[in-house]
Protein backbone atom coordinates (compact mmCIF):
# COMPACT_ATOMS: atom_id res chain seq x y z
CA UNK A 1 0.00 0.00 0.00
CA UNK A 2 0.84 3.87 -0.81
CA UNK A 3 1.89 5.36 2.66
CA UNK A 4 3.40 8.31 5.33
CA UNK A 5 5.35 4.83 6.45
CA UNK A 6 6.77 4.33 2.95
CA UNK A 7 9.21 6.75 3.68
CA UNK A 8 12.57 5.96 1.02
CA UNK A 9 13.07 8.39 -1.13
CA UNK A 10 11.27 10.70 0.39
CA UNK A 11 13.55 14.63 2.06
CA UNK A 12 12.33 17.05 4.17
CA UNK A 13 12.77 15.11 7.40
CA UNK A 14 15.78 16.75 8.19
CA UNK A 15 19.23 14.91 9.10
CA UNK A 16 19.34 11.78 10.46
CA UNK A 17 20.83 12.17 14.14
CA UNK A 18 22.58 8.76 15.41
CA UNK A 19 22.34 8.22 19.37
CA UNK A 20 25.29 7.27 21.11
CA UNK A 21 25.45 3.98 23.08
CA UNK A 22 21.66 4.40 22.49
CA UNK A 23 19.91 1.87 24.87
CA UNK A 24 17.13 -0.42 24.08
CA UNK A 25 14.12 1.36 25.62
CA UNK A 26 14.06 4.77 26.62
CA UNK A 27 11.46 4.85 28.87
CA UNK A 28 9.90 2.04 31.27
CA UNK A 29 6.50 2.01 29.61
CA UNK A 30 8.44 1.23 26.06
CA UNK A 31 9.41 -1.92 27.79
CA UNK A 32 6.26 -2.45 29.14
CA UNK A 33 4.61 -1.83 24.75
CA UNK A 34 7.20 -4.20 23.81
CA UNK A 35 6.19 -7.38 26.39
CA UNK A 36 2.14 -6.48 25.83
CA UNK A 37 2.69 -7.04 21.91
CA UNK A 38 4.63 -10.10 23.11
CA UNK A 39 1.61 -11.74 25.28
CA UNK A 40 -1.10 -10.31 22.66
CA UNK A 41 0.75 -12.27 19.90
CA UNK A 42 -1.05 -15.55 20.11
CA UNK A 43 -4.23 -13.92 20.36
CA UNK A 44 -3.48 -12.83 16.71
CA UNK A 45 -6.25 -15.16 15.63
CA UNK A 46 -8.69 -12.96 17.23
CA UNK A 47 -11.97 -12.14 14.87
CA UNK A 48 -11.11 -8.58 12.28
CA UNK A 49 -7.02 -8.75 13.35
CA UNK A 50 -4.83 -9.38 10.34
CA UNK A 51 -1.27 -8.57 10.03
CA UNK A 52 0.39 -6.19 13.40
CA UNK A 53 2.25 -4.11 10.35
CA UNK A 54 -0.68 -3.34 8.18
CA UNK A 55 -2.52 -1.95 11.05
CA UNK A 56 0.36 0.02 11.33
CA UNK A 57 0.41 1.53 8.19
CA UNK A 58 -2.86 2.31 8.68
CA UNK A 59 -2.50 5.01 10.96
CA UNK A 60 -3.15 8.51 9.14
CA UNK A 61 -0.16 10.31 8.02
CA UNK A 62 -0.33 13.09 10.51
CA UNK A 63 -0.68 10.63 13.61
CA UNK A 64 1.81 8.30 12.45
CA UNK A 65 4.56 11.16 12.23
CA UNK A 66 3.48 12.71 15.71
CA UNK A 67 3.63 9.18 17.63
CA UNK A 68 6.99 7.81 18.24
CA UNK A 69 7.85 3.93 17.79
CA UNK A 70 6.53 2.19 20.82
CA UNK A 71 3.38 4.84 20.57
CA UNK A 72 2.07 3.75 17.60
CA UNK A 73 2.49 -0.05 19.02
CA UNK A 74 0.65 0.95 21.63
CA UNK A 75 -2.29 2.36 19.85
CA UNK A 76 -2.43 -0.45 17.55
CA UNK A 77 -2.76 -3.38 20.29
CA UNK A 78 -5.38 -0.85 22.16
CA UNK A 79 -7.14 -0.33 18.92
CA UNK A 80 -7.34 -4.29 17.91
CA UNK A 81 -8.22 -5.22 21.57
CA UNK A 82 -11.14 -3.01 21.45
CA UNK A 83 -11.71 -4.06 17.59
CA UNK A 84 -12.26 -7.39 18.41
CA UNK A 85 -14.31 -7.27 21.89
CA UNK A 86 -11.67 -8.78 23.89
CA UNK A 87 -11.31 -5.76 25.90
CA UNK A 88 -14.15 -2.92 26.60
CA UNK A 89 -13.24 0.64 27.04
CA UNK A 90 -14.18 0.79 30.56
CA UNK A 91 -11.52 -1.86 30.92
CA UNK A 92 -8.93 0.32 29.39
CA UNK A 93 -9.71 3.43 31.40
CA UNK A 94 -9.55 1.43 34.69
CA UNK A 95 -7.29 -1.06 34.14
CA UNK A 96 -9.41 -3.13 36.01
CA UNK A 97 -11.76 -6.29 34.23
CA UNK A 98 -15.26 -5.51 34.37
CA UNK A 99 -18.01 -8.04 35.36
CA UNK A 100 -19.51 -10.03 32.55
CA UNK A 101 -19.20 -13.17 29.84
CA UNK A 102 -15.97 -13.49 28.24
CA UNK A 103 -14.70 -11.72 25.15
CA UNK A 104 -15.08 -13.65 21.75
CA UNK A 105 -13.18 -16.98 21.52
CA UNK A 106 -10.43 -17.27 18.65
CA UNK A 107 -10.36 -18.36 15.24
CA UNK A 108 -8.66 -22.05 14.87
CA UNK A 109 -5.41 -21.79 13.95
CA UNK A 110 -3.63 -22.39 10.56
CA UNK A 111 -3.41 -26.57 9.56
CA UNK A 112 -0.22 -25.93 8.94
CA UNK A 113 2.37 -24.07 10.59
CA UNK A 114 3.19 -20.84 8.57
CA UNK A 115 6.39 -20.57 7.04
CA UNK A 116 7.95 -17.62 8.95
CA UNK A 117 10.52 -14.93 7.51
CA UNK A 118 13.35 -17.17 7.54
CA UNK A 119 15.03 -18.64 4.49
CA UNK A 120 13.44 -22.02 3.48
CA UNK A 121 14.79 -25.31 2.26
CA UNK A 122 12.34 -25.69 -0.44
CA UNK A 123 12.84 -26.47 -4.13
CA UNK A 124 11.75 -23.40 -6.53
CA UNK A 125 13.11 -22.27 -9.98
CA UNK A 126 14.65 -18.78 -10.21
CA UNK A 127 13.26 -16.58 -12.79
CA UNK A 128 16.03 -14.26 -12.38
CA UNK A 129 20.09 -14.99 -12.59
CA UNK A 130 22.84 -12.49 -10.97
CA UNK A 131 24.06 -10.28 -14.04
CA UNK A 132 20.52 -9.63 -15.41
CA UNK A 133 18.71 -6.54 -16.31
CA UNK A 134 15.42 -6.10 -14.44
CA UNK A 135 12.92 -3.39 -13.67
CA UNK A 136 10.81 -3.78 -10.57
CA UNK A 137 7.07 -3.70 -11.26
CA UNK A 138 4.39 -0.56 -10.70
CA UNK A 139 2.49 -2.22 -7.93
CA UNK A 140 0.40 -0.37 -5.60
CA UNK A 141 -0.87 -2.81 -3.85
CA UNK A 142 -3.77 -2.04 -1.09
CA UNK A 143 -2.02 -4.67 1.56
CA UNK A 144 0.92 -4.53 3.04
CA UNK A 145 4.26 -5.25 0.81
CA UNK A 146 7.68 -4.92 0.59
CA UNK A 147 8.14 -3.30 -2.38
CA UNK A 148 9.95 0.09 -1.47
CA UNK A 149 7.72 2.74 -3.74
CA UNK A 150 10.82 4.80 -4.97
CA UNK A 151 11.81 1.41 -6.96
CA UNK A 152 9.09 1.03 -8.94
CA UNK A 153 9.12 1.00 -12.42
CA UNK A 154 12.89 1.67 -11.95
CA UNK A 155 15.37 -0.44 -13.63
CA UNK A 156 18.17 -2.27 -12.16
CA UNK A 157 20.64 -5.14 -12.08
CA UNK A 158 20.19 -8.73 -10.37
CA UNK A 159 23.47 -9.17 -8.14
CA UNK A 160 22.69 -11.94 -6.03
CA UNK A 161 19.81 -14.69 -5.35
CA UNK A 162 19.35 -15.07 -1.94
CA UNK A 163 17.37 -18.04 -1.87
CA UNK A 164 13.54 -18.88 -1.37
CA UNK A 165 11.18 -17.63 0.76
CA UNK A 166 7.84 -16.99 1.95
CA UNK A 167 6.39 -13.83 0.48
CA UNK A 168 5.25 -11.33 3.42
CA UNK A 169 2.63 -9.28 0.99
CA UNK A 170 -0.79 -9.01 2.50
CA UNK A 171 -4.09 -8.02 1.06
CA UNK A 172 -6.15 -5.27 1.88
CA UNK A 173 -7.63 -7.03 5.02
CA UNK A 174 -3.79 -7.84 6.28
CA UNK A 175 -4.05 -11.24 5.72
CA UNK A 176 -1.18 -13.18 4.21
CA UNK A 177 -1.76 -13.77 0.19
CA UNK A 178 -1.70 -16.99 -1.06
CA UNK A 179 1.46 -17.49 -2.99
CA UNK A 180 4.29 -20.07 -2.69
CA UNK A 181 7.59 -19.27 -1.43
CA UNK A 182 9.56 -17.85 -4.14
CA UNK A 183 13.66 -16.63 -4.37
CA UNK A 184 14.28 -13.06 -3.29
CA UNK A 185 17.05 -10.90 -5.61
CA UNK A 186 19.32 -8.40 -4.17
CA UNK A 187 19.16 -5.53 -7.04
CA UNK A 188 21.15 -2.83 -7.71
CA UNK A 189 19.65 0.56 -8.68
CA UNK A 190 22.07 3.30 -9.96
CA UNK A 191 21.31 6.29 -7.47
CA UNK A 192 20.87 8.46 -10.88
CA UNK A 193 17.53 5.46 -12.36
CA UNK A 194 16.18 6.25 -8.78
CA UNK A 195 16.43 10.28 -8.12
CA UNK A 196 17.54 11.88 -11.71
CA UNK A 197 20.60 13.80 -11.67
CA UNK A 198 20.70 15.08 -8.66
CA UNK A 199 22.00 11.99 -7.33
CA UNK A 200 25.73 11.52 -6.73
CA UNK A 201 26.48 9.49 -9.87
CA UNK A 202 28.94 6.98 -8.38
CA UNK A 203 25.79 6.24 -5.88
CA UNK A 204 23.70 2.99 -5.83
CA UNK A 205 20.76 1.39 -3.32
CA UNK A 206 20.69 -2.30 -3.17
CA UNK A 207 17.42 -3.76 -2.28
CA UNK A 208 16.15 -7.30 -1.69
CA UNK A 209 12.95 -7.72 -3.69
CA UNK A 210 10.84 -10.88 -3.96
CA UNK A 211 10.66 -12.66 -7.37
CA UNK A 212 6.86 -11.26 -7.87
CA UNK A 213 8.03 -7.94 -7.42
CA UNK A 214 10.44 -8.01 -10.98
CA UNK A 215 10.20 -8.38 -14.21
CA UNK A 216 12.65 -8.82 -17.36
CA UNK A 217 13.84 -6.03 -19.47
Known amino acids: MNGIHDLGGMDGFGAVEPEPDEPVFHHPWEGRVFALRAALRPKDRAPGWGSFRYDLERIPPAEYLRLSYYERWFAISVDRLLRSGLVTQA???TGRPQPGPPGPPLRPGPAARPAGPGRLDAAAAPRFRPG???RARNLHPPGHTR??????GKAGVVTRDNGVYALQDTDEAGQAL???PQHVYT????ARGLWGERAAKRDAVFADLWEDYLEPI
Open 91 to 93: EIE
Open 132 to 134: QDV
Open 147 to 152: LPRYTR
Open 178 to 180: DRP
Open 187 to 190: VRFA
